[in-house]
């Protein structure tokens, strides 16, 4: 993967279509684009070996739009992000395969998780703190993104109950991401304060 990063940034400043001084903006920017697509063609193989290519394209379209203006936690290497992110999938494909009606339990678990979504969002990291400007944006748009799904969902229950669990179980499983986001930020919090203290 470094060496395809290094090909691709190399060839948009040979070419001049991007200035050399960009080259760190364009590295970041290619190495998420390069793990995002490895990372959610990975999902879409694994789930199509085990032929729920549909339920994993649900959670993709109802989870990744709505993480993208909620944030969240993220893992400290790109290696345990994909792996973190590939288990999530699975894990969200297994339980909503099992439940192919309405559950009250899920509808209850998705109410909570949509409040704590509104709630919550968006959530940023240490490494990367959201100015206050950014996210009155995010928090509008990751609104917006939910009030889209909770349509789609309603919509869904009246002719498939496992696409509208499945993406309940995304929903949730958002929830679960923004709240270990916020105790990773505290913890990594209090360890900045221990070492200062030591120091």
């Known amino acids: 993967m470094e060496e395809l990063k290094k090909k691709l940034v190399d060839y948009f400043i040979t070419n001049k279509i ?3 001084e960009k ?3 364009l590295r970041y920017g290619s190495e998420i684009i390069i793990s995002s697509t490895l990372t959610i063609g990975l999902c879409l193989v694994i789930s199509g070996i085990i032929g729920q290519l549909v339920l994993c394209i649900v959670f993709l379209l109802t989870y990744c739009p709505l993480r993208i203006f909620s944030g969240g936690f993220h893992a400290k290497t790109q290696k345990k992000c994909t792996f973190l992110f590939i288990i999530l999938v699975m894990l969200n494909i297994f339980i909503s395969g099992f439940i192919s009606e309405e559950s009250y339990i899920l509808n209850t ?3 909570i998780a949509i409040l704590i979504v509104l709630i919550l969002s968006p959530v940023g990291c240490i490494e990367n703190p959201i100015s206050f400007e950014l996210k009155k944006k995010m928090k509008v748009k990751a609104s917006f993104c939910l009030g889209l799904e909770i349509f789609a969902i309603e919509f869904f229950k009246e002719y498939n109950y496992e696409i509208a669990n499945c993406a309940s179980c995304a929903l949730i499983a958002l929830a679960f991401i923004l709240i270990a986001g916020i105790l990773n930020t505290e913890l990594q919090k209090k360890k ?3 070492e200062e203290v030591k120091k």
Request: positive net charge.
């Open 18 to 20: 991007v200035q050399e």
């Open 23 to 25: 080259r760190a903006i």
């Open 109 to 111: 678990f998705k109410w």
């Open 192 to 194: 900045m304060t221990i």
